[in-house]
């Protein structure tokens, strides 16, 4: 990673690695209902953790949690009974950004960049943060894998699948392992060597949610 951290771009961003749980009503967006962020900085030659986040989040009453949801992610509706609700949570995390500039950093981010676009009035930092997409970064460095989803990564590179997959948690910490793998990988096939050349191969823009009518606003209070 050495070329990347003499870029003083790089060196000079704070990278939060950003997952979601969530449900998926029917006819309907997902709803969030767990997210964990773990922020690294570069020092020297590696990307080290300064902070983290993680929290449940109360979906709407008229979302409920199926019996595959417990299955896959081991969240009950028990759990989230007490949680705070996304737009609190996400605000309480947005709190938090005091430091930029940021890269959010996800698997296949256009689904975190959703996500957030949707509570952008809670997390405005989140919500104009700029995305980098390991699933985008994998695909430069590690051509014709079979499977570009996380697990597949995951066997690609030796790391143990967590316990908790599919929590937020432990999905950030592989998600994680696996960024820094892949700029090590980027770097000593000189695919880049600058956070704009970064960006130009796996960066996203935030998701912009269209305005919505007066009318449809006034549908959506409550």
């Keep these: 990673m050495d070329a990347l951290v003499n870029d003083p771009r790089f060196a000079a961003t704070t990278f939060l690695v950003v997952d ?4 998926t009503p029917a006819g309907r967006p997902a709803e969030p209902i767990e997210v964990a962020a773990l922020a690294l900085r570069p020092a020297g030659d590696r990307l080290v ?3 983290r986040f993680e929290e449940l989040m109360r979906p709407p009453a008229d979302v ?3 019996a595959r949801d417990v299955q896959l992610k081991g969240i009950t509706q028990q759990m989230l009974s007490t949680a705070r609700p996304a737009a609190e949570v996400l605000a ?4 938090r950004l005091t430091m930029p500039p940021y890269r959010l950093v996800a698997h296949h981010a256009s689904t975190e960049a959703g996500v957030i676009g949707r ?4 997390c405005p930092v989140l919500a104009a943060t700029p995305l980098l997409d390991t699933l985008r970064l994998a695909k430069a460095v590690v051509p014709r894998l079979g499977s570009y989803g996380l ?4 066997g690609y590179y030796g790391i ?3 316990a908790g997959r599919h929590r937020a948690m432990p999905d ?7 960024l820094v793998r892949l700029l090590d990988d980027g770097c000593a096939g000189r695919r880049w060597s600058t956070l704009l050349e970064l960006d130009a191969v796996a960066g996203l823009q935030p998701s912009r949610r269209p305005h919505a009518a007066p009318e449809a606003e006034q549908r959506a209070l409550f």
């Design 172 to 178: 950030v910490e592989v998600t994680a392992q696996v």
């Design 119 to 122: 509570q952008a009035e809670h």
């Design 151 to 154: 697990d597949g990564l995951l």
């Design 49 to 51: 953790e300064v902070s």
């Design 160 to 162: 143990p699948k967590p």
């Design 20 to 23: 979601f749980e969530g449900l």
């Design 92 to 95: 309480r995390l947005d709190a």
């Design 64 to 66: 409920p949690v199926t």
